[in-house]
Nanobody, 126 residues
């Protein structure tokens, strides 16, 4: 497992942008696929985006496709989520997560991930 710490959340207006960062500890960061999930009050945890170990493969939820971009810098042990054109429905606690390499088809399944950060709150006002 790796230790994960998110940052970059905040209160913004609809249409604004934010970039979330997730710093990982340990020397094995590049051996993990990384994902971002979110959870709003009273709702289930929702997949947002994922990126493969090398960064070549990316997957996005339909609700964020074209607005959010996931990236990673293995030299810095960090994964990012660039969020543009934010909407009020993007309001949630955002979590980054790491999973050992497995089938890419299951990358949106939160049960595949064995390391989680503490979350960072994103609030989008209308």
């Amino acid at each position: 497992q790796v230790q994960l710490v998110e940052s970059g959340g905040g209160l913004v207006q609809a249409g604004d942008s934010l970039r979330l960062s997730c710093a990982a500890s340990g020397r094995t960061f590049s051996s993990y696929d990384m994902g971002w999930f979110r959870q709003a009050p009273g709702k289930e945890r929702e997949f947002v985006a994922a990126i493969s170990r090398s960064g070549w493969l990316k997957n996005y939820a339909d609700s964020v496709k074209g607005r959010f971009t996931i990236s990673r810098d293995n030299a810095k042990n960090t994964v990012y989520l660039q969020m543009n054109s934010l909407k009020p429905e993007d309001t949630a606690a955002y979590y980054c997560a790491a999973r050992p390499v497995s089938s890419w088809e299951a990358v949106s399944d939160w049960k595949q991930y064995d390391s989680w950060g503490q979350g960072t709150q994103v609030t989008v006002s209308s």
